[in-house]
């Protein structure tokens, strides 16, 4: 896992200093190492966490003499499979780096490479005879990457932050990215919340010759998958060995590895495979919050991590520690994002990478198996909703502002802008075939908008802050294809969601949780967001520069006063105030520096 970045100029060479800027807003993902590149208008850098080969894997890496020149971010995980494949074709290898594969599946196979490759990654490939640049994202969006526009080209990075240094002058906030963060969590599809600044797309490659950009394509969509008409039991003679494939390949490493445990199905059952494929007991990681009104994971995760033997850590932050680390988590994911558990995640990141580099999560399962309650939302309720709000078959339609906020608190950019903020779950709905069932369409709306645009920032940038490789084997693309392709009646069953899944593994759980439906994982932040600390943000929200520029600062008291009065709304929308005026503080009036671990959140502010 690592950190990447690099610019391309039509006219003009690239500034190897201007790169080295760029790899120092990625240290946290790459602090082993850092690589450069330097030639024909083109910029590549590199910061390293190794994991595998550790003494030779320094990048850029290069091919044919120094025709093919390569950065990654990522793991592929079917190096071993395509070595050999490709030294029996005539490639010869320089190093032990699962990232050197991508070199010579290129020289064999062209940008058709990228169909070759089973992996989390982000890449920039440089092809020197051609003159032709090379990206490409992995298909689930595991790995980020972004591009912006720049004076006389374009600059790339794996994070916002490392764009910076490129832009000219300062950078402007897009307000479609903004309102969409707040009011659906998240800004999502090519939208960031910088403008001239978008995602490269899950699956998706883009390719420039002589610094022209000249096409961009989806190499998988998940469009793609068939149906499959299948028994239970003939799903899992499909599902046992190509888990067991999976399983193998991900526990490749050439250091130790952990897991990050839950009192769920997914994490519970990674543990078991962990355990069963492993020769060693599993390093085991969990957080929660007992004391509070919230279900405390602690105790279930305890009794898993006792059943398979493994060396478990517990984690139990307080209200303070919370909150004093929230704008350590707002500089990691820099492209704002409201999930609560974004804190808790970083602490148990924070603690796990001081003895691993790498820890495995469960994240996937419930899009990829349709494990959440919205999968099993009744027909009638979202056909009411597809009437109140067109275009998505009901499927996320209610969002974080209410009227009032829509009318009163949001400034006229924004307010402008509202009328688009539902449009990236409409585009995925209407990309869907009309023969698919309701239940395919909104998997295929999860997958492409709140999975790689909210649920992976959180895992990748809370770990990576950390220097901390997160693997996540069921958005593996193989079992993403499987689950896919499940009938809709081995996916949910009434309001039993996660049904084969959960089938599947119940000789490695508890009956509580094959059983039980899915509970989730919260954070007590609306509990903990009142008191002395509420006073304090009431007073200091309407005085920021953030605030009174693209709010009407005047509506924060009503926002307090309906919080007060138990509003869960107000909560999450005074959360995002905080958030977005801590972003605003970092990125906006600040030059992008990390803040300290633990910082009094208001007093940063008010500094």
Partial sequence: MCGIAGVVFQDRPADEALLRRMAAALAHRGPDDQGFFCGDGIGLAHTRLSIMDLAHGHQPLYARGDDLVVVANGEIYNDLELRSELEKDGAHYQTRSDSETILHAYDRDGDDCLQQLCGMFA?????????????????????????????????????LKALLPALPGAPAIDPDGLVQFLH??????????????????????VLFEAGRLVRRWQYWSALDVRAQRLTFEEAREQFDPLMETVMHQHMRADVPFGLFLSGGVDSGTLLALLTQYGKHPVRTFSVGFPGTG??????????????????????????????????????????LMRDYASIPTSLLSQHAAQELKVVFSGEGGDEVFAGYGRFSSPSAERWIKSVLFPGSGGFRTSGSLGRREQRHLLGTELGAAFRRVRQPFIDAWRATP??????????????????????MVKSDRMMMAWGLEGRVPFLDHRIVEFGLSLPDDLKVSGRRGKVFLKEWARPYLQEAQVSGRKRGFHVPVGEWLSGDFLTRLEQLLPTLPAIRHWFNAGEVGHLVHAKR???????????????????????????????????????????
């Fill in 184 to 205: 659906n969590q998240f800004n999502s599809g090519r939208t960031t919340i910088l403008k001239g600044v978008e995602r490269i797309a899950p699956g998706e490659a």
């Fill in 294 to 335: 919230t279900q405390d994971e602690l105790p279930p995760a305890r009794e898993m991590a006792t059943r398979y033997g493994s060396v478990h850590t517990e984690i139990r932050p307080d209200k303070i520690e919370l909150f004093e680390h929230l704008p350590a988590t707002v500089w990691a994911a820099d492209d």
């Fill in 123 to 159: 890449l920039a490939l440089y092809d020197r005879p051609r003159k032709r640049l090379l990206l490409a994202r992995d298909r689930l969006g595991i790995k980020p990457l972004f591009l912006g526009e720049v004076p006389g080209g374009y600059a790339f990075a794996s994070e």
């Fill in 565 to 607: 009065g138990g509003s869960s709304a107000a909560t999450r929308t005074l959360f995002s105030l905080l958030q977005f005026a801590l972003w605003h503080r970092i990125f906006i009036e600040g030059r992008g520096e990390r803040p300290a671990s633990r910082v009094d959140s208001l007093e940063f502010l008010a500094s």
């Fill in 434 to 455: 009309a023969g698919w069932t309701p239940l395919q369409r909104m998997q295929y709306d999860e997958l492409v908008t709140a999975l790689p645009d909210n649920l």
